[in-house]
């Protein structure tokens, strides 16, 4: 074993050969990692007494008997329930969750916004977090919310967790660290990281201003896409996700910690810092993924393919093939179909659409669509390429090309999106934007013959 290293004040494990420094590479492994020598007992999970005086502890994500089973036991400086005083209901007025219809908005519609600007406001993590869409209902767990936050200063002696759901964090910009119970992960745009249900916390900036999405699922978790026809390799591969190594830190200093719980929020004191786990082994952990090793599959000869030939991770929802929400991405690629129309198609979907803007342009939006912007299509709501990408990719020479610049997602439901009062009253929604396929013109005029 070698010797641990110290890192961002907490102590870190030792960082396994041929990995970047601080992960553990693998999708849903069973790891498992200790920042001190002997910290994690072997061949058993509760010895009568652990070393260095640590406390056994299971965090199960799945029911006892799913198939599989996902739980991660830690062992830590003090038991979790240690950290527990009475809970306090606190107020997060932007953070909402579904069921959350407001009778004074209107859901139905083509909705696109530009990026949501940052203000002279500092907030974090939590206070900087602002709901657009939900969707499902927290209480059942099923569906969605989405949200963007807007970050500016790092949580101090301040801690999260939600028991609603996992979050997939998509960052436009800035810098973060999850600084969590299982390790530390850093994240900056062109990457994304799931942060599991039940997971403690803190979130520092390391570079701001931060911007980017959040996808909260209230449901089952993400997991690899069954890859079908197209075997074994492509898309997501599982080596590329990384789990953090354990670290932890020995703070008694006066802490709270915040939970979101059926959609509230609550706050307690608590004496030290509860990111206590000196060593851990599951397969229940946090995890990024770098988007730039997202391997994309398409159309070789003809046609454009659904767009679920793009999902990086899907979440089911008990219902084979119809996800509680699909992770969409749309990244560089070569176009090379022969006599196609190569953008998407003009369509209506059941599921419901929201995407969101990394950088670049977006192909069948080349205008309006910007990074840090989102947009959404709601269930059955027909959309497509604007008047503009229209005509290009009707009239376009069909060499091969490469999109480049290009990197947007979608969160893909099958439940409706309901508006939050922020995102139909206060981000900057786009009033015109249904103008951009006002201009389609009609082109039949009874005779054959391509026009
Ligand atoms: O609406 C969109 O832009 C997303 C999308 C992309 C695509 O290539 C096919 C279908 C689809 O919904
Ligand atoms: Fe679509």
């Given at each position: 074993m070698n010797q641990q290293t110290k890192s961002h004040g907490l102590v870190q494990a030792p960082t396994p050969?041929?990995?970047?420094?601080?992960?553990m590479p693998g999708f849903a492994n069973d790891f498992e990692t200790e920042a001190l020598p002997g910290a994690l007992p072997?061949?058993?999970?509760?010895?009568?007494?652990?070393?260095?005086?640590?406390?056994?502890?299971?965090?199960?994500?799945?029911?006892?008997?799913?198939?599989?089973?996902?739980?991660?036991?830690?062992?830590?400086?003090r038991p979790s329930v240690k950290h527990s005083h009475r809970y306090q209901k606190i107020d997060l007025p932007y953070w909402k969750s579904a069921p959350h219809v407001d009778p004074d908005v209107i859901s139905l519609g083509q909705y696109r916004w530009d990026p949501v600007p940052h203000t002279d406001e500092g907030l974090n993590w939590l206070t900087g977090?602002?709901?657009?869409?939900?969707?499902?209902?927290?209480?059942?767990?099923?569906?969605?919310?989405?949200?963007?936050?807007?970050?500016?200063?790092?949580?101090?002696?301040?801690?999260?967790?939600?028991a609603d759901s996992e979050l997939l964090v998509v960052p436009q910009e800035g810098r973060l660290r999850f600084a969590t119970e299982l390790g530390i992960i850093d994240l900056e745009p062109k990457e994304i990281a799931i942060i599991p249900r039940g997971l403690v916390y803190r979130v520092e900036v390391l570079e701001g201003p931060c911007r980017g999405f959040v996808c909260e699922n209230y449901g089952q978790k993400?997991?690899?896409?069954?890859?079908?026809?197209?075997?074994?390799?492509?898309?997501?591969?599982p080596r590329d996700f990384k789990a953090p190594v354990a670290a932890y830190e020995d703070r008694e200093v006066p802490s709270t910690l915040t939970v979101k719980w059926c959609g509230q929020f609550h706050r307690t004191d608590i004496?030290?810092?509860?990111?206590?786990?000196?060593?851990w082994h599951g397969n229940y952990a946090p995890y990024k993924y770098d988007l730039r090793n997202y391997c994309p599959v398409g159309a070789i000869l003809f046609d454009h393919p659904d767009p679920s030939i793009f999902t990086v991770?899907?979440?089911?929802?008990?219902?084979?093939?119809?996800?509680?929400?699909?992770?969409?991405?749309?990244?560089?690629?070569?176009?090379?179909a022969e006599d196609t129309f190569r953008p998407p198609w003009y369509h209506k979907n059941i599921m419901s659409e929201l995407m969101g803007n990394i950088y670049g342009q977006y192909d069948a939006k080349p205008q309006g669509f910007v990074p840090g912007g989102m947009s959404l299509h709601n269930m059955m709501l027909p959309h497509g390429p604007d008047k503009n990408a229209f005509e290009g990719a009707s009239n376009a020479d069909l060499k091969a090309e490469k999109l480049e610049n290009t990197m947007s997602f979608m969160f893909e439901t099958r439940f409706p999106q309901h508006l939050t009062a922020f995102a139909a009253n206060e981000a900057p929604l786009q009033d015109d934007y249904i103008d951009c396929w006002t201009d389609l013109e009609k082109k039949f005029d009874g005779t054959p013959g391509k026009k």
């Open positions: 050969v041929g990995t970047t420094p601080g992960y072997q061949g058993m999970n509760s010895p009568q007494k652990c070393n260095y005086g640590l406390y056994g502890e299971q965090l199960s994500g799945t029911a006892f008997t799913a198939n599989p089973p996902e739980r991660t036991w830690t062992y830590r400086i977090m602002r709901t657009m869409t939900t969707a499902g209902d927290v209480n059942t767990q099923v569906g969605m919310a989405s949200h963007i936050y807007l970050v500016t200063e790092s949580m101090k002696d301040e801690y999260f967790f939600s993400f997991e690899l896409p069954g890859r079908g026809p197209i075997g074994a390799n492509c898309l997501a591969n004496p030290q810092s509860p990111l206590d786990v000196v060593a991770l899907t979440a089911p929802s008990g219902v084979p093939g119809t996800a509680n929400i699909d992770f969409v991405l749309f990244r560089e690629r070569w176009m090379v």
